[in-house]
């Protein structure tokens, strides 16, 4: 048993038409956390979640859900997570009230214990309470999803690209609820296509794409490597090799005359740098600079060049 909030071993998942979404992926998200899971579009995120949330039938691999296996324990772990799918499905005749009551009921919660009117008044959506949920904007939608995840008050809450579509003060008012959520001990795990949103919100993330695990990370030590920084520098005559110094990260041959330099941000600047391509014999007659971010490093780990 995992003390994890969600372990993962090796999962695998190959749909019937023989696509592989899921190559052997493995990875924990600590419990307390929110958790972010980044990768581009087709990656595998949703086949990820939709294998937690008992929709998609795994091919291989272990998961487990607040040390519940999920073929072994199937109801404690489909009891310990609520899930927020990226697909808005709705019943445009329930109120968002009959929703909830109905969510409540599939979880055979008593109705002495149920949170409807709360869970309404958390999301923002309390006077809407018995309004028809095909009269609800796409950002109401969302919100009424995340009430109705939460319905069972699982530990572990995943909201699968919660804010594709939302607009900024809504997305704002969904990002502060997860907070509140997690303050009050639930694990979250979001994916997101925004890195800044992930840079913002994530205690750790983990990267996927093409169905494969390439980084799994504290953000503060995925947003270290956006310390790094590049110059490209053109120099006076052809280079036979390229020049070494212990401030560059990495240096390579762009052309017969220039080369592109990475250092750190907090051990040199650009002046440094070139202090020492001149110091190598070269006279520099052109530079340009590129400031690196947390987008510059998911490129770079989810470029195909990287992945092959
Ligand atoms: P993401 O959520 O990261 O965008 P998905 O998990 O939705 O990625 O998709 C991963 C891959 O699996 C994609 O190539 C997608 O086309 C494929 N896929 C997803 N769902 C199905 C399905 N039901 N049948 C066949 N292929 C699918
Ligand atoms: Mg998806």
Redesign the pocket.
Known sequence: MSDAAISIQNLQ?T???G????HGVSFDVPRGQIFGLL????????????ILAGL?NKTGGKASIWGFDIDEHPRNAKRSIGIVP?EILFDPFFTPKEALEIQAGLYGIPRAERRTMELLRAVHLEDKADAYARTLSGGMKRRLLVAKAMVHTPPVLVL??PTAGVDIELRQQLWAYVRQLNEQGVTVVL?THYLEEAQELCDRIAI?NH?RLIANEPTASLLSKAQEKVVEVTVDRDLAAVPQSPLFEKAELKGERVIAITYQKDRANAGDVLAAVSAAGFGVVDVSTREADLEDVFLSLTSDRAAA
């Open positions: 998942k749909y019937a038409g696509k592989t979404a899921l990768g581009p579009n087709g990656a595998g995120k949703s086949t990820l979640i939709n998609v990226q699968d690209e994916t996927i169905g």
